[in-house]
């Protein structure tokens, strides 16, 4: 009984070094991060060459694949008309296939499956994607009890749970105190927040760093100069952007448009009151002439009945 129930066991532990064999000749990356509203670059190469008759792309676990793209030299690349808009051949070849899906959604992330299709069966490869999405950083800063410090919080949302940190450019100043509290949203995101305590900056305008990250993914950072704290808000908190000058430019603004207003008024009433004044002096001088004509006649008159009485 023993020796018949070990019987097939070869064949079996044969088939399973065959199948990894043949994963095995076929080259891609394992896990694709890539951010939401980006696009992810699927890659395959075989490591030998092959007979390769057709390349297929499918999405998906066993049992439940979906085709999304094919190539072969008879039909060339083709995509499956599901994913006319998200998917595109990069490299369409029988040895070495890629494909980008772009603008990427929640949809999108899990496995794919490339296949070789060869006279001697199909060559795999599968390469996971492996969605994340990061929002950019906000400093916040608020007065402490003590008029040397300062606390400086930075907030990050993204998903998986993003890493938020907290440094200060200036050698001289360290941050101390730190507390770290997350909040999972009910889309799935997770808002992170990282406080610190800045000391010694009175007299000085430090800039601080926020720096986010989720996973592997690209670190996004935030600078910036701390100015006179301002304490404008119930929970202490209030949200540095530059310098007090700042605060003045809609009054500025405010006054231009009123100058400029006010010209144009100037401007108007000078030119209604010229239009007006000009067909009053042109009549002046239109009967100052009419009565030096006159007065020249009337002298000549005189003149002609005086010479006719001599």
Known sequence: MIHSAFKGFPFLFFSFLFKEGLTALVQTQQTVMAAVGEEAHLNCQLMQNKDVVQVTWQKGSPGTEENVATYSKLFGPRVNPDFIDKVEFKDAGLQNNSIVIRNLTEQDEGCYHCLFNTPEGRLTGTTCIKLYELHEPILHVRESNSPEEAVVSCSATGRPAPTVTLRVLQQDLHFSNYSSVSVTNTNGTVAA????????????????????????????????????????SADGFAKVSGTDKSDHKPDMILLLIVAFYCLVALIIILSAKYIRACPVKKKRKTRQSNSKTLHSQVTSLYCVVCKFNV
């Open 193 to 232: 927040t990282t406080t610190a305590v800045l000391s010694g900056y009175r007299g000085n305008s430090p800039e601080v760093v926020c720096a986010a990250r989720v996973l592997s993914g690209p670190q996004i950072e935030v600078f910036m100069m701390i100015p006179e704290v301002k304490q404008s």
